[in-house]
């Protein structure tokens, strides 16, 4: 590589795209009616959050005046309830725990009986800022 050649990394929403055309592709070669023709997959359910809930700031954090990045994936299960959520990656580890409850706190629509759970994570990124304090002006 040279010193000029920049590598990207695909996005969350890039990646989640991808696999759910592969995954349709790849059923969609396999399926078939009673007729042979073939059949259409099922379409991917976008989960509707219905509340979600921004982390709590740490107060050691706030004290000392930490700031940071965290992002979390989970699964959503057919209630709408976040289910096996991790951190994927993070800044500092004081803002993780706030960043699980946050997601685990939050909830989704749930699936209608003849809809199908797409198995596909779902990240969160949590940007834990501080805002410049105000001065009093004389």
């Known amino acids: 590589m040279t010193e000029d050649s920049q590598v990207t990394t695909p996005t969350n929403s890039q990646c989640a795209t991808f696999l759910a055309v592969m995954l349709c592709a790849v059923n969609g070669a396999n399926a078939t009616d009673d007729d042979g023709a073939p059949s259409v997959p ?3 359910v976008e989960r509707v959050p219905l509340q979600t809930l921004a982390p709590r700031y740490p107060p050691l954090a706030r004290q000392m005046r930490l700031e940071g990045e965290v992002t979390v994936c989970f699964n959503v299960d057919r209630d709408g309830k976040p289910h096996r959520v991790k951190v994927r990656s993070s800044t500092n580890r004081v803002f993780e725990k706030p960043a699980k409850e946050a997601v685990r706190g939050s909830s989704y629509q749930p699936l209608k009986k003849d809809q ?10 949590f940007r834990f800022s501080l805002a410049p304090a105000e001065t009093a002006e004389d």
């Open 42 to 44: 099922d379409p991917v």
């Open 116 to 125: 199908k759970e797409s198995g596909i994570k779902s990240c969160r990124t």
